[in-house]
């Protein structure tokens, strides 16, 4: 299959013009799990889950499509809806919106940075699998033993920490890089999966917060 390198300005137009399409088809799945019966997001959570694992081997040996992006984001917004309806109750309406703006904010600020400078972030690579593995752990072991609220706090920050740096590394490589046309859904798949995780994580730190002031 041939494939064909865009220039930089295009790729990140391009890249871009997705992400924001798949965030708007999030927002409308966010919509519609309101009306979808709580057993059912437990079934979507798990074809979530399966989607992802599946868009990683199908990438190793052909592209996968907007479409299927368009489709996982469509779910993914729809399990979100009682995560993001659970810190409503907690934190209330108006602090859930300041945690989108924050997280809006630092996405744009990192990308910014990303796409502008001359440096290449690509040795954050390996210090990112590292973090990521180490916040997944962190994530079990709290299932089964409570955390302190300086643990919660600690856990907080690294997973904010670990996303913008994500952010940084994958919108830093596709500008110096570059990427195929054909790899450009991939691509949007993996911000749209960052930003969401840096989302939960502001969310999380939020809450951890506003409990550690009662």
């Keep these: 299959m041939q494939t064909y ?8 137009a391009k890249v871009f013009s997705g992400l924001f399409m798949s965030l708007a088809v999030a927002l409308v799945g966010f ?11 437990g079934i979507l959570s798990i074809v979530e889950l399966v989607m992802i694992v599946a868009a990683m081997f199908i990438q190793r040996r052909r592209r996968i499509g ?8 469509f779910i993914s917004g729809m399990t979100l809806y009682p995560v993001i309806a659970h810190y409503i109750s907690v934190l209330g309406a108006a602090m859930v919106m300041e945690a989108v703006g924050v997280t809006a904010g ?15 972030f690509s040795f954050l690579g390996g210090f990112l699998m590292v973090g990521l593995l180490s916040i997944l752990l962190m994530g079990l072991v709290s299932l089964f033993i409570g955390f302190s609220t300086l643990m919660q706090l600690v856990y907080s920050l690294l997973g904010v920490a670990i996303f ?5 590394f994958d919108v830093n490589r596709i500008a110096h890089n570059g990427v195929s046309v054909e790899q450009v859904p991939w691509v949007v798949l993996s911000l749209y999966l960052d930003i969401i995780n840096l989302l939960l994580f502001v969310l999380r730190l939020f809450g951890v917060l506003q409990n550690s002031r009662r």
């Design 5 to 12: 390198t865009l220039t930089r300005n295009s790729l990140l």
């Design 31 to 41: 919509y519609a799990g309101s009306y979808v019966p709580r057993p059912l997001l």
């Design 66 to 73: 907007l479409g299927f992006v368009l489709a996982f984001t």
């Design 106 to 120: 630092a996405f744009l600020i990192a990308s910014i940075l990303a796409a502008r400078t001359s440096l290449d």
């Design 164 to 168: 913008v740096g994500y952010i940084l």
